[in-house]
């Protein structure tokens, strides 16, 4: 078993591998930034389901969530007859006049519970887009013969007024009004009908906004196709829809066209152009993206538009049924690496991937939807506490990196294999992503990144085979001197520069106790159990004093045939309290009347701090907890730990052997000026 040092001297640049060292070199900012959003499609969120807390602990500042625009708790709307657009615009200016109180009985989102959640997240600062389906019936707006149902256009205008004001009242600014309209199970559409429902919807929610939140435009990305290159036309296939006009290409051509017929350079019924689509393929995604950006710019005039991907991965849930490979899978998560890497270069604003509940789905052939990074049930959301698939630990690394318009440096890298990258830098701190496929084991890469001569820490992060998005190196650089860290094979590093922190000593803690629902008990391993069986190791800390980056290691020992993940939590407690087990009778870990461990929207009093990989063997497994340290304000004060043995689906025993934990240390960090 491969054994990460802790520590490392930057001046120690030797080779271990076979291959030849990759070299990369880090330059001035090029002007170019990374999206503005990366986030996910979520699946469902009901009350008192684990879904929330993995959205936090994902660091996703984006979620893409799917409404109906009718459903059984929506007021049925009065049916009016509406004969032409002179009508309808009539009647829309006598509509805008509703009180709130009636526009909030005119939809609901349907699900139970879940639109808290959805607001819930908006206060913590994740984009919400809002997706509002509405599911089209043949010519149910335009005939055969081009003729428009003015009485449809009425209904649909006033619905989406209603739920535009609706959500913008909960802070949801961000809408899409349709999902692929060029999917084949979406061909009851026309490509004229789907223009005329784009600017239907689009001026109802503009014009709710105008109504009641002045001053603030809301955002409409579109046509959300399935594919790149549908923004153009297409021949030789059985859908014809697209034969004489593009799907992306008329929806922006014609965004400054008013639902009746006129143009208006000054209103636009889109502000983003959104597709979807899988690939494993890093160069075809980035030639296709720099192609679409090409086309963009000549159906607006050479002006631009910003771009987001509101649906990606590596492949579909039909893609991966009947096949082996999963969400954990090296090829995969490796090349999901790859294929965001390009993503992120400048060429995307926004990124949702899709998605991340991974549940066990009784009743399809695939059984699982392997297409979810989380381990978070759709079906059964309140009986396990779920985990993250290595493809979720390979976006944490991105989203934590490079969301929010991060500005990007040039790279230089001499290299014997194909290999992608990416770098940025804020406040003096640079951060490098390479993700790529090698036969070795692992290889050496000798980073040079001048531009501090004081020196300060490296933090390594890893997702591979062996390790579970944990840090893997910790390296005091020294002055503008190159230093070298490991690649796995398979699989992504991330590479945080951190001018002027220094480490302090490890300290080992002496606290650990074993313990169950009912309290401590003897021994030191975990054992796969629910409600009272339930076993959790606890540590705590003395007073905790870091000025950045605070690490615990986790020392393991697993006699299983195969890995064992454990969820790390962390909590601030009393540094006088010895005994007490803080939340686990408080319903926070610990559901009594479900009988099964369950992370429960942790909030802000208890955080996953993050998962350890107990591969067989033993191993030394280091895991950042600054997040959950820095979301409370005395981050100085004791902080205790739980590690629970992880259950991925509800009933999931696992193997019989226990995983041992021998010891737990922590790590924290100087500034070192303070030296």
């Known amino acids: 078993m491969k054994i990460f ?26 002007g170019r930034y990374s999206p503005e959003i990366i986030g996910y499609n979520w699946s469902l969120n009901p009350q008192d389901s684990n879904v929330s807390a993995f959205i936090d602990y994902s660091e996703a500042n984006g979620m893409r969530v799917r409404m109906r625009s009718k459903n059984k708790y929506s007021a049925p709307l009065p049916q009016e007859e509406i004969a032409s657009a002179k009508e309808l615009a009539t009647a829309i200016e006598a509509f805008r006049k509703t009180p709130p109180a009636t526009l ?20 913590k600062g994740i984009k919400v887009l809002a997706c509002v389906t509405y599911g089209a019936k043949p010519h149910e707006f335009i005939d055969e013969r081009g003729a428009v149902s003015w009485s449809a256009a009425w209904e649909y205008w006033r619905r989406y007024y209603a739920i535009a004001f609706i959500l913008g009242e909960n802070g949801i600014d961000y809408f899409q009004l349709f999902n692929e309209p060029d999917h084949k199970h979406q061909n009851a559409i026309t490509l004229n009908e789907y223009i ?92 296709y993206l720099d192609w679409l950006d090409g086309e963009i710019k000549d159906a607006t005039d050479g002006e631009g538009f910003p771009i987001t991907t ?56 695939e059984g699982i939807k392997k ?19 290595k493809a979720a630990e390979v976006i944490k690394l991105l989203a934590s990196s490079f969301k929010n318009r991060v500005p990007l440096c040039d790279l230089t890298i001499t290299a014997d294999q194909k290999i992608y990258a990416l770098a940025g830098e804020v406040n003096r701190e640079r951060t490098i992503v390479l993700a790529g496929k090698n036969d070795q084991e692992s290889v050496d890469v000798i980073i040079t990144s001048p531009g501090d001569e004081s020196g300060g820490l490296v933090v390594v992060n890893e997702v591979s085979e ?54 401590f008990c003897s021994g030191f391993e975990l054992n796969v159990g629910y409600g ?10 003395a007073a905790l004093e870091s000025d950045g980056p605070v690490f615990l290691q986790v020392e393991t020992e697993n006699s299983n045939d195969q890995d064992v993940f454990l969820h790390l939590y962390c909590f601030k407690v009393s540094e006088d309290s010895e005994e007490a087990l803080p939340y686990v009778n408080k319903g926070v870990l610990l559901k009594p009347d479900l009988g099964e461990v369950l992370l429960n929207r942790l909030g802000y009093d208890v955080f996953l701090g993050g998962t350890v990989e107990a591969s067989s063997g033993s191993k030394v497994s280091r895991v950042d907890i600054t997040r959950a340290i820095n979301a409370v304000s005395d981050r100085e004060g004791a902080w205790g730990f739980y590690l629970v043995r992880e259950p991925r689906f509800s009933g999931d025993e696992g193997d019989a052997k226990p995983v041992q934990v021998n010891a737990l240390s922590i790590r924290t960090t100087t500034a070192a000026n303070k030296r």
């Open 196 to 287: 005329l429902l784009t600017s239907l919807g689009s001026d109802a929610a503009q014009t709710a906004f105008e109504d009641h939140f002045p001053g603030l435009k809301p955002g409409i990305s579109a046509p959300a196709t399935a594919g790149i290159k549908v923004f153009n036309r297409r021949s030789g296939r059985s859908d014809t829809r697209d034969l004489t006009a593009g799907w992306g290409r008329s929806t922006l051509e014609l965004m400054h066209q008013r639902w009746d017929g006129k143009t208006d350079p000054d209103w636009s019924s889109v502000t983003r152009y959104a597709f979807q689509a899988y690939s494993r393929n890093a160069d075809k995604i980035a030639a």
């Open 371 to 389: 297409n979810g990074t989380h381990y978070t049930s759709n079906l059964d959301p309140y009986h396990h506490i779920g985990g993250t698939t």
């Open 310 to 365: 509101t649906e990606f991965n590596v492949a579909t849930a039909g893609n991966y049924s009947g096949t082996d490979a999963t969400q954990d899978s090296p090829k995969d998560y490796t090349s999901l690496g790859e294929t965001s890497l390009v993503m992120s270069d400048g060429r995307l604003d926004e990124i949702f991937y899709f998605r991340m509940t991974q549940n066990a789905f009784n009743g399809v052939p």
């Open 5 to 30: 040092p802790l520590l490392i001297s930057c001046s120690a640049l030797t080779h271990v591998c076979a291959s030849a060292p990759i070299n990369v070199e880090v330059g001035a900012l090029n």
């Open 466 to 519: 062996n390790e579970h998005g944990g840090v893997v190196q910790l390296i005091e650089k020294t002055e503008n001197e190159p230093y070298s860290v490991k690649m796995p094979g398979y699989g992504v590093i991330r590479i945080r520069e951190l001018p002027g922190m220094r480490l302090n000593r490890e300290v080992e803690l002496k606290n650990v106790r074993m313990a169950t629902s009912s309290g």
């Open 532 to 541: 009272s069986n339930t076993t959790f190791v606890y540590a705590k800390t």
């Open 104 to 123: 909030r009985t005119m939809w609901q989102h349907d699900v139970d519970g879940e639109f808290e959640r959805i607001v819930e997240s908006r206060a």
